[in-house]
């Protein structure tokens, strides 16, 4: 595995941002040009099983730091997470035929990444 830790990227902490789809929190971090999700929190959104990681292309993830988990409580020590830019969306929301999947995506285009591009 290729995956590399992003020093230039920031580190998910207790001010780390959050979107919430059907009660699934979506943790992100970056810029409205480089956006990252992770990946555990788009798999139980999409309803997938952690397998599918292994599969993302490795220009589609990336490795972040983070000290909170999915429910926002602080860890208490930081721990990496795999997280995936926009292609990785397209590429885990193509990997199901799941009714969810086409919701996510419209939530995602018409919701989420212009609100997100929007604030950034």
């Not at 810029?31 to 309803?47: H, I, M, P, Q, S």
């Not at 990496?80 to 292609?87: C, E, G, K, P, S």
Request: overall charge negative; some cysteine.
């Amino acid at each position: 595995m290729n995956n590399h830790i992003t020093s230039t990227i920031e580190v998910l902490d207790s001010g780390c941002a959050e979107l919430d789809f059907q009660g699934h929190c979506l943790r992100y971090t970056g810029t409205a040009e480089n956006l990252k999700f992770v990946a555990e929190d788009v798999l139980l959104a999409l309803g997938l099983n952690k397998a599918v990681l292994n599969q993302i292309p490795e220009e589609f993830k990336d490795l972040v730091c983070t000290c909170v988990d999915r429910k926002g409580q602080l860890l208490i020590w930081k721990e990496l997470v795999q997280t995936v830019n926009q292609d990785g969306l397209d590429y885990l929301i193509s990997r199901t035929s799941k009714p969810t999947a086409l919701e996510f995506q419209k939530w995602l285009y018409k919701e989420a990444l212009p609100f997100l591009r929007k604030i950034a």
